[in-house]
Every structure is written in C-alpha cells, then in structure tokens.
C-alpha cells in the first residue's frame, strides 16, 4: 500500500472526438445512447471494406486559429492542441499566472510541465511521397531528382510525434517536465499516470497531461480490417455479437496539480488521481492471454498504489473495444479481481469509436463527468451479454456508481494493460 504526503488532483479537463468538442456535448450523446459512429467522408471509401468510423466535425480553424501553424502539423496535432488548451483554460492555471510577481512568474514556468501521448504516427505520413513514387516508376535517380521539387521540406516538421508538446508549451511558456509517449493505445492514459508521478516526485508541481490521434485513414483501416479488429458497425462491448472496433479521431487532456496549489489558489477540483498499475502480458503483438492475467495485475497494481480494496471502486470504465477475445478476457480480469462484487461496468467506444491514442484519457475525461453526475452510462449497442460472461454487470441503461471512485482500464497492443483509478 503506498503512502503519500501529498493528493494530486485535477483541475481541469478538455475533449475532442466524434461526439463533440466539449466535456459537456460529449456526455450528452453518452447519455442519450447516440453513436457518433456513421459513414466517413473525408476520403472515398466506395471500395473499401469498412465504411463508418467517428470523425470530428469541428474545422480546422476552431481547432487551431492560427492559419499559419496549419501548414507544418498535422490533423492529430490540431486535435491535441485544441484538447490541451481546453485543459488549460479550464484549470485556470494562466489567470493565477497572470497575478503573480515577475520572480514568482519564473517559478510557476519552470515548475509547469507537459506529457503528451500519441499514437506514433500512421501511414498518411507516408502519402505526400506516393505521387512521385509512381511517377517515378521505382528508378530512385528519378525519384530522388524530382523529390525536392514535389515533396515540402515542412514534411518533417509536419509528422514530428511531440508536435503538441512543442507548441502547446511554447504557447504557454511552460518550462518543466516534458515528455512525449508513444505506447499506441497506453499513450494517452500512461501520459495522466506519468504525469501524476513526476508532480510525487517532485518533478513539477502541475502537468497538462493529452493523448490525440488521428488514426482513422485508409491504409490503417484496410490492415485492421485484414487482422480481423475492425467492425463495420458501431462496436457492441461484451455482446454476444461483437465482431471489432471502429476507428475514431480525437483528443482529451487534463490538468494534475498538487492539492495544496490548487486549494491555495482556489481552483475547481474536478477529481482527484489516486493511483495506478501497468503491466505487459509479454505474450505478443495481438496475442492475449485468456485468463485476463494483465487487467488483473493492472488493476491489483493500481488498486494497491491507492491503497485501496475492490469494495472501494464505485464504477468500471472498461477497455471494451469490442474485440471477441479482448472483451472476453477483459471481463475475466475484472472478475478475478472483483469476485462476485463488481461494480457497474460500462465503456464509451460505442458512442465515439477506438481513439487509439487518445482512448485511455478520453475515457478518464468522461469517467470524471459520470462521477459529477452520479451516473454511468449504459452501453447503448449492447444487446445481449456474452453468455461466456453471464452475470457481468454491463447494462444498456444507465445505473448508479456505488462509490466517489472509478477505475479506468486501457488495454494495447504488445499485451500492454494500464489501470488509472480517480475519484469525484
């Protein structure tokens, strides 16, 4: 059980993604049971064998104002940036700034960090390349003589993995921890958790920790579509039915500060981060094992670094990407941990589809709200339980958490599997 001298909490959130461009928008679709999931259009699917995936309607403009900086990032940029100033903006930070002495501005600079998590990047970096690679015909003196004249040199500024934390720190004039993850689906969730552990260690006394992606382009959708991952329907987590995922596009940030600060200051609390666990099944890329092992040990870690017992946890927000074995073996780890007393489970890929990236903190973004409202949201695609997991209490309605404290699960390839536990 660890002890702490000091409470991080979080004191402001923000969100992008398929189902709205505010904390507030997205829990209303969660709660009506409306899936942002429908027919793409931003490229022609005609021929491809998935057809749906949750887009983001917001404008470029209204993601990121400045014309100008559109030319050298990329769509999951504009997202991650968008999310983060909302964090930002919410928590705030800079109107405390603002009250400061020149000398305590300094401090509050050095001592404001950032950890972003992506994805790592997908194949629409490889796209400004195909055009010459045809013409071309595969004769690389051709190719390499006419690259200059048809690719940008701002390519390479343009698909940078820590584009976010560059600007958005620049912009902010933040000057302490910083990192950039790339752990594929873990990104964004193991950028919150890490960030709570460097302000323990006293690293920084606040982070805005983000995850975004933009997976969602036709080469990643052909390849998880021939792995068998992909649904071509709205997933259905833990339905006897469930055939895949869906892709989604979005981002979700928020900001973690000591206590002490933020009671100093006055600042809205918006929950509080208790602890964690992270563990790798070590079994492969996509392999899983059955038994659930890694949700298991995920979860006994985070639930030990919280000091807390499985009677404790009011509400599950689950991984449920609605993959037949990763739902199935989710349900098994949760169950080993929980007994016969789980608490109710839910999961929001069905209303705004797999952000990759960006999914394990979009979730702890919207587990916060169902906190503040006392309500978990039904998963509004299921229809009937797996019999396999008979008894596992995920439900189509809304229920009642049992508790102030949630326990968030994010689950990823190469067998990673992260728990973060927060309360309201």
Not at 4 to 28: F, M, Q
Not at 49 to 70: F, I, Q, Y
Not at 171 to 184: H, L, P, S, Y
């Amino acid at each position: 059980m660890s002890v702490r001298d000091e409470k991080i909490v979080i004191t402001g959130s923000g969100i992008v993604c398929g189902s709205g461009a505010t904390v507030e928008d997205v829990w209303s679709t969660l709660i009506s049971g409306v899936t942002s999931v429908a027919p793409y259009e931003r490229w022609n699917g005609e021929k491809w064998p998935v057809k749906v995936a949750s887009e983001v309607k917001e404008n470029n403009r209204t993601l990121v104002p400045d014309r100008k900086l559109h030319k050298t990032i990329s769509r999951t940029d504009m997202l991650g940036i968008y999310a983060s100033e909302k964090a930002i903006e919410n928590s705030g930070i800079l109107q405390h700034r603002e009250g400061l002495s020149e000398e305590e501005v300094v401090t509050f600079n050095d001592r404001t960090g950032l950890i972003v998590g992506s994805g790592g990047g997908n194949y629409t970096s490889n796209y400004d390349y195909l055009p010459l690679m045809h013409e071309a015909k595969g004769e690389l003196h051709a190719f390499g003589t006419e690259l200059s004249a048809q690719v940008t040199p701002m390519w390479l500024l343009k698909n940078l993995p820590n584009n976010v934390l560059c600007h958005v720190g620049i912009r902010g004039q933040f000057k302490g921890t910083n990192a950039c993850i790339t752990n594929q689906c873990a990104s964004g969730i193991m950028a919150v958790a890490e960030s709570a552990s460097a302000i323990l260690n006293d690293e920084a006394d606040r982070i805005i920790a983000a995850g975004h992606d933009a997976p969602f382009e036709p080469e990643m959708v052909l390849y998880y579509y021939k792995l068998g991952l992909i649904s071509g329907e709205a997933p259905r987590p833990f339905d006897e039915a469930r055939n895949g995922t869906v892709f989604g596009e979005g981002a979700a940030s928020v900001t973690l500060e000591k206590a002490s600060d933020a009671e100093a200051r006055g600042a809205n609390v918006l929950g509080e981060f208790l602890g964690w666990g992270c563990c790798s099944e070590a079994t492969g890329v996509l392999d899983l094992k059955e038994d659930g092992d890694g949700v298991k040990r995920s979860v006994e870690q985070a639930l030990n670094d919280a000091g807390l017992e499985p009677s404790d946890i009011g509400m599950i927000c689950a991984h449920g990407n609605g993959t037949p074995a990763s739902d199935l073996s989710e349900a098994i780890g949760i169950t080993s941990v929980f007994g016969d007393d789980i608490p109710p489970v839910t999961g929001f890929k069905w209303a705004y589809g797999h952000l990759i990236g960006a999914s394990g903190i979009a979730d702890i973004v919207m587990t916060l709200e169902a906190l503040k409202q006392k309500t978990v949201p039904g998963i509004a695609t299921l229809k009937n339980v797996d019999d396999e997991i008979s008894g596992f209490p995920v439900s189509k309605d809304a229920v009642t958490p049992r508790s102030d404290k949630a326990l968030v699960i994010c689950r990823g390839f190469g067998g990673m599997n992260v728990a973060v536990i927060v309360s309201a």
